[in-house]
């Protein structure tokens, strides 16, 4: 199982389908490159739509027919304890895994695989607590409900946390009946394929958790389009967003789209600083900003603005980017492609004046293939400038004034999307004013959780997308109410 061997070896992987390691029909591959040197370290099929096509139809067959079919919840349940387990036994083999294959450093992997077992744990315990409910109507009825499971789901799961998407998505849908489908990125999904051999090491029947692995225009568009699935998840970029509810909406199968943000963190004149400041830069540079959920808007009432755009101008300068093992505060972003959409978003903004208050650096040792991007700190930055209101999907801060609480809400919500925002002040009253104002999925008070736990739900409002992943609601999102009535007399 060990492919990782140091050896300087190119590993070949394979994808998962009805509980075998599979090659693509077409027998073409797909290099892995790591994004801390550049270097290919592993190769993945280049799995297309036969490949999907052969994976829905093990998945059809596990949901209707097999083993799954007749396991009880809360045998579903301890199959996905038994999987948490594993994923703890082998924390540090994922863990090493994701932050190689994403970039991010290893302290960063090592909480993506802690979260990924926690997934487990919670969905495993949630499994038999998904209950219907009784409904009194005319004498001589009885009327119940059930949670039934939605059958065979499709996901697909961008690069930036592979293992933790993984487990929030298989975790409630396979707690709730279902069986899957998954297409891993094509620049980071190793673990995804990890987790997918731990999985029948655990004891999931084949067919009940397959991944295929491929482009996104290939694999990715024959799994979103498929005829046989009966439902889409979905995490990336709004364009592709489009295409996804696009094919479900042709097949009239239902979606989830997770689709990024702008989210805002608001600083009242009698916030905490010394309590927020660490948290506002960790929750821009986890991951180097791509993170969905990342605080990429600082808006800090006037007459703190000086001293907060100090403080976190001190942090900036010291941020130091390095390869993944470094474990330095920020990783190498994913991909060449991704270091150039931030590097354009960056020199956009800086053409149209834009004040770099400060700016990180990378570390002198970092290999020169790496896509690193040093962190940046932008401020003032006018309220219609487009990175004021875009997604960067890198590690870049902007931080404007406002003047008081109304002016706050109103910038808080002028940007298309509402995922996450964070509220920093002492007043009681304001902190619930402005918990129920902004238009966010997740609203923290004093704090603030990039990607905001696995107990808590998850999705947005506006453009950030539809549908909540996360906590016990996603047990609802990947289940439908069946209504049974007996005539008794
Ligand atoms: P993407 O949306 O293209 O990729 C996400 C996933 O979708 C991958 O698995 C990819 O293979 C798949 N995909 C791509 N095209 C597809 C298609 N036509 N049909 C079906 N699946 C398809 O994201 P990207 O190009 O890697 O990144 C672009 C931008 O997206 C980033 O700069 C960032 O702003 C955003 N993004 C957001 C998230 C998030 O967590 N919300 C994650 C990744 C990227």
Redesign the pocket.
């Known amino acids: 199982m060990e492919r990782t061997d140091g050896s300087g070896a190119i590993a070949p992987w394979y994808g998962i389908v009805d509980g075998e390691r599979r090659e693509a029909i077409s027998g073409e591959r797909l290099e892995v490159v790591a994004p801390s040197d550049g270097t290919v370290f592993a190769t993945i099929p280049r799995g297309g739509e036969r490949d999907i096509d052969a994976a829905v139809a093990a998945a059809r067959v596990a949901f209707a027919t097999g083993p799954w079919a007749r396991l009880s919840a809360s045998e579903r349940g301890r199959l996905l304890l038994k999987l948490s387990g594993l994923v703890a036994v082998h924390a540090e083999e994922i863990a090493g895994l994701e932050s190689r294959d994403t970039g991010k450093p290893i302290s960063q992997g090592r909480a993506d695989a802690a979260a990924l077992a926690r997934y487990f744990e919670f969905y495993g315990g949630a499994a038999d607590k998904l209950m219907g409910e009784t409904i009194p109507i005319a004498t001589g009825h009885t009327a119940m409900t059930l949670r039934e499971p939605l059958g065979v789901v499709g996901s ?5 946390y592979p293992a933790q998407i993984l487990g929030r998505v298989a975790g409630a849908a396979l707690a709730a009946g279902n069986t899957l489908v998954v ?5 980071a999904c190793l673990s995804v394929i990890r987790v997918a051999e731990l999985a029948l090491e655990a004891g999931f029947p084949a067919g009940v958790l397959n991944v295929v692995t491929g ?3 290939e694999a ?2 024959a ?2 389009g498929h005829p046989n699935i009966d439902f889409v998840t ?4 709004p ?2 967003g489009t ?2 509810q696009r094919a479900a909406a042709m097949n009239h199968v239902g979606c989830t789209l ?3 943000g702008k989210s805002p963190q608001v600083v009242f004149a009698d916030a905490d600083l010394d309590a927020a400041v660490p948290v506002l830069v960790k929750a821009i540079v986890q991951n180097a900003g ?3 959920s990342a605080g990429s808007r600082i808006l800090v009432e006037r007459s703190i603005f000086d001293e907060l755009v100090a403080r976190l101008a001190d942090r900036f300068a010291a941020l130091v980017a390095g390869p993944h093992d470094a474990d330095l505060d920020l990783g190498p972003l994913v991909s060449a492609r ?1 270091k150039a ?1 931030v590097g354009a978003r960056l020199a956009g903004a800086e053409a149209a004046g834009i004040r770099v208050v400060a700016r990180g650096s990378v570390a002198a040792n970092a290999p020169a293939g790496g896509f690193y991007q040093e962190a940046v700190l932008l401020a003032p930055v006018p309220r219609e400038a487009p990175i004021w209101r875009e ?1 960067v ?1 890198g590690p870049v801060l902007c931080v404007t004034p406002f003047d008081d609480e109304a002016e706050a809400i109103e910038l808080s919500n002028a940007t298309p999307y509402g995922l996450v925002a964070g509220v920093w002040t002492a007043n009681g009253a304001r902190q619930m004013r402005c918990a129920r104002a902004i238009r966010a999925g997740q609203v923290f008070v004093n704090g603030y959780g990039a990607g905001g736990g696995v107990e808590l739900p998850f999705g947005g409002f506006k453009r950030s997308g539809h549908g909540r992943e996360k906590g016990f609601e996603a047990l609802m999102e990947f289940t439908a109410t069946k209504t049974i009535v007996l005539t008794h007399g």
């Open positions: 697909i799961v961008p690069w930036n297409k891993p990125a094509e620049d482009l996104g225009a990715g568009a799994l979103a979905f995490t990336g970029s364009e592709v295409l996804i997770e689709l990024g791509q993170t969905c991704q959409r997604e999907f």
